[in-house]
């Protein structure tokens, strides 16, 4: 029974080297092609890679853009903001000090109640 298998084993080798054979000769034509075609392909792939590189960049750029613009616009408004209380603190100056007054009183109530109720 060994010897049998053994034989259908070499069978078996044969039909594969001859089919690797076949396979050999019919691609020996062909290389040129399959090269060709490979590397359409790849050259597609990196078109594709660049672009969207290129894009990627753009896009950051825009963000970066569109973020520096914000942060202009933040600081010119609180600068406007700050211009604005000045002349109402010296317009009326007293009243400043009175609301200064009322805001501490009022943050250290804040501060001790949150102490006595640990």
Known sequence: MADNQTTENAGDILKIDEALGLLDRELKGKSGEINRLI???????????????HTGREAIEKTCHTLEEAVKR????????????????????WLAVGIAAV????????IEAGKRSK
């Open 103 to 110: 805001s501490g009183f009022i943050l250290c109530y804040i």
């Open 74 to 93: 933040g600081e010119e408004k609180t600068k406007e903001i700050g211009m604005e209380i000045d002349r109402k603190v010296h317009a009326n100056p």
């Open 39 to 53: 590397s359409e392909k790849y050259s597609n792939l990196k078109e594709i890679m660049s672009g969207a590189t």
